[in-house]
């Protein structure tokens, strides 16, 4: 009698995206990924896939990027978290180790997604930022904030984002729900804008399209209705500018059920 294999494992993973190519395996690129697989592989070398929720660009973080592989040996969540981070390069940490069925697929269980972006209202730069934040300039004032906050809300609802999407896109369904987004400033910094974006599913640069857009309003390269303007014409060249990768996170992938016997708790 065959023993029955162990059950699936999900990952929530935080990383510094700056030093990687992405996400996705890429032959001869180092990418988040490739580093997981490898540390796995260490740990057990019957591993042979893992399965990510997002495809995060090259430089974009996450703080809780969701990966799910299906292991040859019976470990604990605790062990696997532990035994895994050994192995991993130190911008790659293993938050949360939960147990789920073999063959779970984060990307298709996701019941949405909530991204933030960091801006950064500085006329001089952070150099403990750099590489974490966008300083965009003329988004110091207070008018700013207040035009890029009315801006942003004008993206939430069940809308045609196909000029929301990079030329790389090749979906043809570009029907996408934003749940909110909102431009508040960071409690803990003044310094720091957060756009949070939360949805049911995403394009390829949308966030950052969505964000350099708001950008270019707040500081005046773009009328205000920028985006009601360009949902309504589906034409990528009345949005604004794609922002650039460095203040993008990926903080949340919601899903319908991590599993009962998650480390660490809560």
Do not use: C
């Not at 990383?15 to 988040?32: H, L």
């Not at 299906?70 to 180790?97: S, V």
């Not at 700013?144 to 929301?164: C, K, P, Q, W, Y």
């Amino acid at each position: 009698m065959s023993a029955v294999p162990p059950a699936g494992v999900l990952f929530t993973v935080a990383y510094d995206g700056g030093p990687f190519s992405g996400f996705a395996p890429q032959p001869e690129q180092r990418t988040i990924a490739g580093e997981l697989l490898g540390a796995l592989q260490a740990v057990d070398p019957s591993i042979r896939e893992i399965r990510g929720a997002s495809r995060t660009d090259a430089g974009v973080h996450a703080l809780g990027q969701r990966v799910a592989f299906d292991p040859g040996r019976d470990i604990p969540p605790r062990g696997w978290a532990l035994a895994t981070n050994r192995h991993l390069p130190r911008e790659i940490a293993i938050q949360r180790a939960a147990l789920v069925p073999r063959g779970f697929t984060p990307r298709f269980a996701s019941l949405g997604k909530r991204y933030r972006y960091l801006l950064l209202r500085s006329p001089v730069r952070d150099p403990f930022l750099d590489g974490r934040v966008w300083r965009a300039e003329g988004i110091e004032g207070d008018e700013a904030l207040a035009r890029a906050a009315m801006e942003a809300a004008s993206a939430v609802g069940t809308h045609d984002f196909a000029a929301f999407r990079s030329a790389a896109d090749p979906r043809e369904n570009t029907l996408r729900t934003l749940r909110a987004v909102t431009v508040t400033l960071d409690p803990a910094d003044p310094r720091l804008v957060r756009v949070d974006v939360e949805g049911d599913a995403f394009m390829h640069n949308m966030v950052r399209i969505l964000v350099g857009t708001i950008v270019d309003v707040a500081r005046k390269r773009l009328a205000p209705g920028a985006i009601a303007r360009a949902l309504a014409s589906h034409k990528r060249t009345d949005a604004g500018i794609t922002a650039p990768p460095d203040g993008l996170y990926l903080v949340h992938v919601m899903l319908p059920d991590e599993g009962s016997e998650g480390w660490p708790a809560g």
